[in-house]
């Protein structure tokens, strides 16, 4: 009888540290490849602190880097050029539901989240046209944007997919004139890891 008291809590402790409890806090870390709209690639890096609002749904603060070499449009020309943005700096509020309600570590997901992206200069590569230099460093804007994704989680690790509907911005010449757009949307892929949270629940 007492050994089978023993083994009964030992498997209610197992069950306990191998789920996703309501309350727990998380963070998350994100890597991958960004593919902006329209054509170039970039990266990306994504830290999200997360709470659990139940077993199979939570919330975070989304804080993301993506760095992009992407094509804009330059007003005087017919061409589009290839521009290279530093840095697309953005936090978002994010809400992720998981279809696991215990008995596999597997869990898919789907997600969104709304946020502030902060759109840093891009520099022209005009090529063989002659370009002058008050038009080598345009500054971009900041835009209000949603995102969705969608993905797996394995045990502690990660993968997943997510479009940011970032919108087109316009770009300045040292006077604040416009004198073009860039296309901002972009496609992510990413592999990860959290820790806290708990874990998926085991067979």
Same mark, same amino acid.
């Given at each position: ?9 030992? !498997? ?16 998350? +870390? ?8 329209? %054509? ?6 994504? &830290?999200?602190?997360? #709470?659990? &609002? ?9 804080? %993301?880097?993506?760095?992009?070499? @992407?094509? #804009?449009?330059?007003? =005087?020309? /017919?061409?589009?050029?290839? %521009? ?8 978002? %509020? ?8 215990? $008995? ?13 992206? /902060? ?6 590569? =005009? ?10 460093? &345009? ?12 993905? #797996?989680? !394995?045990?502690?690790?990660? +993968? *997943? ?6 919108? @087109? ?22 592999? *990860?890891?959290? #820790?806290? $949270?708990?874990?998926?629940?085991? +067979?």
């Amino acid at each position: 009888m007492k050994k089978l008291f023993v083994i009964a809590l030992l !498997l209610t402790l197992c069950q306990y540290t191998m789920a996703q409890h309501a309350g727990r806090f998380r963070m998350g +870390m994100d890597l991958g490849a960004a593919i902006p709209k329209g %054509g170039g690639i970039g990266a990306l890096v994504n &830290l999200e602190p997360k #709470v659990n &609002l139940k077993d199979n749904m939570n919330v975070g603060i989304r804080f %993301g880097i993506a760095g992009l070499a @992407k094509d #804009v449009t330059y007003y =005087n020309f /017919t061409e589009d050029y290839e %521009g290279e943005i530093s840095a697309n700096i953005s936090i978002s %509020g994010t809400f992720d539901y998981y279809f696991n309600q215990g $008995g596999t570590q597997l869990a898919p997901y789907i997600g969104a989240g709304f946020g502030y992206y /902060t759109l840093s200069s891009v520099q022209i590569n =005009n090529g063989d046209f002659d370009v002058p230099d008050i038009f080598g460093d &345009l500054e971009a804007d900041f835009k209000w944007a949603p995102m969705v994704r969608a993905g #797996v989680e !394995l045990g502690k690790f990660r +993968m *997943g997919a997510e479009y940011n509907f970032v919108p @087109k911005s316009n770009l300045q010449n040292a006077s604040g004139e416009v004198i073009g757009e860039a296309i901002n949307q972009y496609f992510g892929f990413t592999l *990860g890891f959290y #820790v806290g $949270g708990g874990r998926w629940r085991g +067979m």
